[in-house]
């Protein structure tokens, strides 16, 4: 009876079984010079001002997630940015243009937002008090987070019409409440200046002369207010959409050395309410789209402003609060993870994932505070991969992404594979572009000896030296809970990602493979490979 019962579940079994195709790919990493650099701290995430009253699409994901009265108690929110051991933390978001500072001669009442018909984004202006500031900055003291802060752009302006704004930026009350960050030795990593006024706007515009004149009032403020050069932040912006004329003009007008950092917005997968946002997740064409404004954006900085670097200052992958049941599982890790691997190799410095806590994109749960899928994303993304862009060289396989850097803190490299095919495993062949070197040379030089030497070479990389007996890479393999996409609960190594019985992130532990046995990546998954014995001049 057992015997029937086994071959009733085998025969249900192998159609599924014969369905799975096992795909093979050969891929080459130079890692004899770095394509691109990045920030030792790439991996940001944003606090955003929207609060309760913001709803897109008949549902309101927000709750109290405004910086305004986001529960900085609770210890799991502290925890969660601990586990970075520096987070980068941008304050900003569409509301930000019309946020108040409860500080010096302040013309008007210190009241939070509220909806306001006409309103810009319906709402009406808001205001920081001092004490929330105070509050926010006794817990930043804690979790110790690079703190990028965006100012009100719209000050002292006024409409003319069709969203456009003009006239110059009153800086007096960003004056004011810079001068009181300084006065109480508030760390403050960076200040930008407006969110999303560039190009045509999101709501509302300014011109591009107009913004390179204030950022230069800007660096002027922040150059009075900070005398000590070794804390005196960057000046950052325009956070706003890449539209090349604009940028340009903004890089010409304020000159060398006033912008530090050109910071561009990005929410390719469109609406949040999309009912194909899952199929642009899966589809790798659709995410090479983006490549064009990564590239472009480098292009306008290499030409009008070589002095400044490039920052992904917000996106949230689809807009208006990302995709409910999407933006908030683990499907959205294949469309966040190949963000990371591709603004990297054009020179982003720094990607700020919009949210930390808020609308369905957060990290954490808004009410819970516990991490959603990307949040182990981003955190395995930050402890293993490094500084330096290496190149990969692969064969065919679109569905398979590959990406490669000098590992973060140890020897060798690490790589990150993304499967978004939902049919195909891949075995995958990595080698080393020195072999191929290694080969060419012994063309036109003594066999003998260089066979011996690019033999050492070869095997040096895998680790497989006589005297250092069994050598390991490590792998991180991520799925999702019972094979549900939109599980909001990763998986990794077959251990679900949980927090733990005593309230702590839980550890995220690699599996040890021999270095010389085969590495594969089933369908629908992501696992980044840790090679310490990996041979690459260029990580040191």
Not at 205 to 218: H, T, W
Not at 263 to 287: A, S
Not at 401 to 424: F, M, V, W
Request: charged content about 15%.
């Amino acid at each position: 009876m057992e015997l029937c019962v086994s071959l009733i579940l085998f025969l249900i079994s192998l159609p599924a079984f014969l369905a799975k195709d096992v795909g093979h790919a050969s891929v080459v990493v130079d890692g004899t010079v770095a394509t691109a650099q990045v920030d030792n701290n790439f991996v940001c995430a944003t606090l955003d001002w929207w609060n309760h009253e913001k709803c897109d699409y008949n549902h309101c994901p927000w709750g109290s997630a405004s910086v305004l009265n986001l529960n900085l108690s609770h210890p799991l929110l502290a925890k969660s940015i601990q586990a970075f051991n520096q987070l980068r933390i941008r304050i900003g978001g569409s509301l930000q243009d019309q946020v108040l500072y409860g500080v010096g001669d302040l013309k008007y009442p210190c009241h939070p937002f509220r909806k306001q018909k006409g309103g810009l984004f319906g709402f009406s202006t808001g205001c920081l008090p001092m004490s929330r500031w105070d509050e926010l900055n006794h817990f930043f003291s804690k979790t110790r987070p690079l703190v990028t802060f965006s100012l009100n752009a719209l000050s002292g302006r006024h409409h003319k019409g069709a969203g456009v704004w003009v006239g110059d930026w009153d800086s007096s009350n960003a004056y004011d409440f810079i001068n009181y960050t300084v006065s109480k030795g508030y760390q403050i990593n960076s200040w930008e200046l407006g969110n999303e006024l560039c190009g045509n706007g999101v709501g509302a515009s300014v011109g591009a002369e107009q913004y390179g004149k204030d950022m230069i009032k800007l660096k002027r403020i922040v150059n009075q207010l900070y005398n000590d050069p070794h804390i005196k932040p960057a000046i950052i912006g325009p956070g706003g959409f890449y539209d090349q004329k604009w940028f340009a003009t903004l890089l010409q007008v304020s000159g060398s050395g006033v912008v530090n950092v050109v910071t561009q917005h990005l929410y390719n997968l469109g609406p949040g309410v999309d009912p194909k946002l899952m199929q642009k997740i899966l589809d790798p064409i659709y995410l090479d789209h983006i490549s064009g404004t990564f590239d472009n954006l480098a292009a306008t900085v290499k030409q009008h402003g070589p002095w400044a670097s490039i920052w992904v200052g917000e996106s949230g992958g689809a807009y208006n609060s990302g995709g409910h049941n999407v933006s908030d599982t683990y499907v959205n890790s294949f469309w966040y993870l190949d963000q990371l691997g591709m603004s990297a190799k054009y020179n982003t410095a720094v990607y700020c994932r919009q949210s930390l806590v808020g609308g369905h994109y957060g990290l954490l749960n808004r009410t819970s505070f516990v991490p959603n899928p990307d949040y182990y994303s981003a955190l395995l993304w930050h402890r293993l991969m490094g500084q330096s862009v290496l190149a990969v060289d692969r064969n065919g396989a679109p569905h398979l992404r590959i990406y490669a850097h000098c590992s973060k803190g140890s020897a060798g490299i690490t790589l990150l594979l993304i499967n978004l095919s939902n049919q195909t495993d891949f075995t995958v062949d990595v080698k080393n572009v020195l072999e191929f070197d290694t080969a060419a040379r012994s063309r036109n030089t003594d066999r003998g000896n260089n066979f011996s030497h690019g033999l050492k070479r070869t095997l040096a990389w895998v680790g497989l030296k006589a005297s250092d007996g069994p050598l390991h890479r490590k792998e991180y393999h991520l799925t999702p809970k019972d094979g549900n996409l939109r599980s909001k609960i990763m998986v990794l190594n077959g251990v679900p990602l949980e927090i733990t019985k005593v309230g702590n992130i839980p550890e995220l532990e690699p599996v040890l493979v021999p270095t010389n046995s085969p590495l594969s990546i089933t369908s629908l998954s992501i696992k980044f490979v840790v090679l310490p014995h990996f041979e690459a001049p260029a990580c040191g």
